[in-house]
């Protein structure tokens, strides 16, 4: 469960506090830390930070695949947005550690897609983005209480047959500045801005130390039967087409 210095700060925040560090890597964070990721509706995985997630999580990946439920393009040269992409914007899809995956991974919508042609505007990201995290952030308060108290968290699912696991510190990067490449510092004002309900968590750790090229997997997203990991080929796991 959180820790009582987590439940007391989280009763007394009223606006979200940002704690920067600037050598710290989502990926070496503890077990059960939050890694929140600005994502987009068509279930890719495709750019920066996301693509170290997707070679390493494929079964998270997997998991974030299917709640996008893309469709193929007529052409089948790529996935695009299926008719309900639309209604995830400004949600956030709260996946729970696995046997491969030691980290809660939580998927803000915030953009339907991600290249820069086809995103959405700043304006509604930023939006999107405010929505998102409070989304996650209720979701885990819900959680939390269930753990601590029982009873049904209103989340469907898993979360309302099981104790899920602990919940740890919420962990991002600037979000939403490279995928998206919105200026971090509106982002920043936005996340600040948030006007916290009681219970919510009240600390983000947002982590900004950088990869060089090399460090970060390459994905070739031209064929979505697919993958392409620095050049070798990975099968898109299986039931995921």
């Given at each position: 469960?959180?820790?009582?210095?987590?439940?007391?700060?989280?009763?007394?925040?009223?606006?979200?506090?940002?704690?920067?560090?600037?050598?710290?890597?989502?990926?070496?964070?503890?077990?059960?830390?939050?890694?929140?990721?600005?994502?987009?509706?068509?279930?890719?995985?495709?750019?920066?930070?996301?693509?170290?997630?997707?070679?390493?999580?494929?079964?998270?990946?997997?998991?974030?695949?299917?709640?996008?439920?893309?469709?193929?393009?007529?052409?089948?040269?790529?996935?695009?947005?299926?008719?309900?992409?639309?209604?995830?914007?400004?949600?956030?899809?709260?996946?729970?550690?696995?046997?491969?995956?030691?980290?809660?991974?939580?998927?803000?919508?915030?953009?339907?897609?991600?290249?820069?042609?086809?995103?959405?505007?700043?304006?509604?990201?930023?939006?999107?983005?405010?929505?998102?995290?409070?989304?996650?952030?209720?979701?885990?308060?819900?959680?939390?209480?269930?753990?601590?108290?029982?009873?049904?968290?209103?989340?469907?699912?898993?979360?309302?047959?099981?104790?899920?696991?602990?919940?740890?510190?919420?962990?991002?990067?600037?979000?939403?500045?490279?995928?998206?490449?919105?200026?971090?510092?509106?982002?920043?004002?936005v996340l600040?801005?948030?006007?916290?309900?009681?219970?919510?968590?009240?600390?983000?750790?947002?982590?900004?130390?950088?990869?060089?090229?090399?460090?970060?997997?390459k994905i070739?997203?031209?064929?979505?039967?697919?993958?392409?990991?620095?050049?070798?080929?990975?099968?898109?796991?299986?039931?995921?087409?």
């Amino acid at each position: 469960m959180a820790s009582d210095s987590h439940r007391r700060a989280s009763q007394e925040a009223k606006h979200l506090d940002l704690e920067v560090n600037e050598d710290g890597d989502m990926l070496g964070a503890s077990p059960f830390t939050v890694l929140v990721l600005s994502c987009n509706c068509i279930g890719r995985w495709g750019f920066g930070t996301a693509t170290r997630f997707a070679a390493r999580f494929p079964s998270v990946h997997k998991r974030y695949w299917q709640h996008c439920n893309p469709v193929l393009s007529d052409d089948k040269s790529a996935w695009i947005a299926g008719p309900d992409s639309h209604k995830l914007l400004g949600t956030a899809l709260l996946i729970p550690p696995n046997d491969e995956c030691e980290y809660w991974i939580a998927c803000l919508f915030t953009s339907i897609y991600y290249k820069l042609e086809q995103r959405d505007p700043d304006e509604m990201i930023l939006v999107n983005t405010a929505k998102a995290m409070m989304d996650m952030l209720q979701q885990i308060c819900a959680i939390e209480l269930r753990n601590l108290k029982g009873g049904p968290t209103g989340l469907g699912g898993v979360a309302e047959e099981v104790k899920l696991p602990t919940i740890g510190e919420l962990v991002t990067n600037k979000i939403s500045s490279i995928g998206f490449e919105v200026a971090w510092d509106k982002t920043e004002a936005v996340l600040k801005g948030l006007t916290l309900k009681q219970g919510m968590r009240k600390v983000l750790h947002v982590y900004t130390k950088k990869f060089d090229d090399e460090e970060v997997p390459k994905i070739d997203g031209l064929d979505p039967e697919r993958h392409f990991y620095n050049k070798k080929v990975v099968q898109t796991p299986k039931g995921l087409n």
